[in-house]
């Protein structure tokens, strides 16, 4: 799969780009606990790269405003709810799916699924089952961190804190998010028992072999020190669609470097390479 010099010194890997109409709904999923709230910045810088672009932030059963419900076991139970969350507000497709870790297997899911519902894909830093071996999905350093610094947290703050510091390579500049990222748990508290679930069932997902839509693009970080970049990199080899890898931001893209991810979408919708 060719390599390229990309901006900012990125990596792009294959794939090849068709000049379209830009894409007008977007639907935001995000990954393992986490709520449409954790989209922070991002949302405003990608609104800026997209103008006139419809923003829908799902959240997963289990997670923000469905906190009170029990997460599926499986990650098709949680496309066939998002997609009854859709038929009930009358929102119909196709739409682009964006999405990040557990989101972007969902979202591929739907893809494989449901493709008349789907355009296109943009999956930041997800991982498969049947692509990656365990301790890349996980790195192993971070497997003391989680329990100790999360799971028995002292308190939601320091539980927030640990967070930002495994997700984000920069933490230092975003301090800010761990008092909203602290509200969001306290007013919409994530079970013990839907954490596990949601871990199973990203634990026992296998995408499928080929890629399930035409319009599919991966973002990395190269530096990423909770999941591996190995395993986007693993899907693109695998799919054949292009994987763009970020310099130095870490696991939390969005967060470390919105503008950027912003951007790369902006230009993939476009047609520009």
């Known amino acids: 799969m060719a390599v390229s010099a990309a901006a900012g010194g990125a990596c792009v890997h294959g794939g090849t780009h068709t000049m379209m109409k830009l894409p007008t709904r977007w639907i935001f999923l995000r990954g393992l606990t986490r709520e449409a709230v ?7 810088a990608f609104q800026a790269a997209m103008p006139g672009a419809e923003v829908l932030m799902l959240d ?37 799916l964006l999405a990040m870790s557990l989101g972007a297997m969902v979202a591929t899911e739907w893809a494989r699924t449901a493709p008349d519902e789907v355009q296109g894909c943009v999956l930041i830093n997800t991982s498969f089952g049947n692509f990656s071996p365990f301790y890349r999905r996980l790195r192993p350093r971070n497997y003391g961190p989680l329990v100790r610094g999360v799971l028995l947290a002292s308190g939601p703050h320091a539980a927030e804190s640990t967070v930002l510091r495994l997700t984000s390579n920069r933490p230092g500049q975003h301090q800010g998010v761990v008092e909203q990222w602290v509200a969001a748990r306290q007013a919409r508290p994530v079970s013990g028992a839907n954490a596990v679930r949601q871990l199973a069932a990203a634990a026992r997902y296998r995408a499928p072999r080929t890629c399930p839509l035409e319009r599919m693009l991966l973002l990395g970080s190269a530096q990423d020190g909770l999941v591996s970049s190995r395993c986007s990199a693993a899907i693109a080899r695998a799919w054949g669609c292009p994987l763009v890898l970020h310099p130095w931001a870490g696991h939390d893209l969005p967060l470390d470097d919105p503008a950027w991810v912003a951007q790369q979408i902006a230009d993939w919708a476009a047609g520009r390479p």
């Open 60 to 96: 997963l059963p289990g997670n923000g405003q469905w906190h009170g419900r029990q997460s599926p076991m499986s990650v098709a139970a949680v496309v066939a709810q998002c997609r009854a969350e859709l038929a009930q507000r009358g929102i119909a497709g196709p739409h682009h």
């Open 38 to 44: 954790h989209w922070g910045g991002f949302v405003p």
